[in-house]
């Protein structure tokens, strides 16, 4: 019989930072999707697109639950979250002009049996620790990692390029995002991690790792930490989940602007 895996803890975190006003970041966790949100734009534009995103999210999961479904239509209803998300937001900005221009990035992963689906768009990013190794499995969508694949800058030169925070891709209502569903097979033990840039800008990849060799919880504490150590220029947002043979209890959560 083929083993079947569950996300079997988490542990999660979202807070303003030291230089914002409000959080617009937003996040879900469940039994089986974990999502980030960060949102962008004026008049709270930012928090009502990240919430509009995590919570279009949250509406499909008894769709995404369903044990009749086929594993295929499955996928494709998660990977065409994007474009009801996207509908959403415009819906909104339509109605509220003063929100036009408001987006937002979305990454999350999907666990159903042994295959981990990613989606993703923006630069919140999503990450593999497995035993003492750390893997980027998500690619930023903005102008410097362009540059960064175009050999025009080095990864060093980017964590003060100008441009760092420009997006490439973002939902922001302009029905013109379709972001690939990409799979990876999960393993006992294997941490999922889900963070918005508050957290990458500020800690590197190696001291997100070494984190992780405590209590899940205990990491995700010491890495919010560790950005208001460093000044916390954003809020930031950090949803961990680990791999296991039984499935953790946990009813769905929404947080940050998503509460």
């Not at 993703?120 to 190794?133: E, L, M, P, Q």
Request: proline fraction near 3%.
């Amino acid at each position: 019989m083929k083993r079947t895996l569950h996300f079997a803890s988490f542990a999660w975190r979202s807070e303003l930072g030291l230089h914002r006003d409000g959080n617009e970041d937003s996040g879900l966790i469940s039994q089986n999707l974990i999502a980030v949100a960060d949102g962008m734009g004026g008049y709270a534009g930012g928090e009502v697109a990240s919430r509009t995103a995590i919570k279009t999210l949250a509406d499909l999961l008894p769709v995404l639950n369903n044990a009749e479904l086929d594993p295929q239509s499955r996928d494709e209803i998660f990977r065409t979250s994007i474009s009801e998300i996207d509908t959403a937001i415009r819906k909104i900005a339509d109605e509220k002009p003063e929100l036009d221009g408001m987006g937002t990035t979305l990454t999350s992963f999907a666990l159903f049996e042994n295959q981990l689906n990613l989606l993703h768009i923006g630069d919140s990013r999503a990450y593999r620790i497995r035993g003492k190794t750390i893997t980027r499995l998500s690619h930023d969508h903005t102008v410097v990692q362009e540059l960064i694949d175009q050999g025009r800058i080095t990864q060093d030169e980017a964590s003060d390029h100008p441009q760092r925070s420009f997006l490439t891709q973002a939902l922001m209502g302009k029905s013109n995002v379709d972001a690939p569903l990409i799979s990876f097979p999960a393993e006992v033990g294997d941490i999922y991690l889900l963070c918005s840039d508050g957290l990458t800008t500020v800690v590197d990849e190696g001291k997100i790792a070494s984190a992780f060799q405590e209590d899940l919880q205990a990491a995700v504490n010491s890495l919010v930490d560790l950005t208001y150590k460093k000044d916390a220029p954003d809020n930031v947002t950090v949803i961990a989940a680990r791999i296991g043979d039984a499935p953790g209890a946990i009813s769905t959560t929404l947080i940050g602007a998503a509460q």
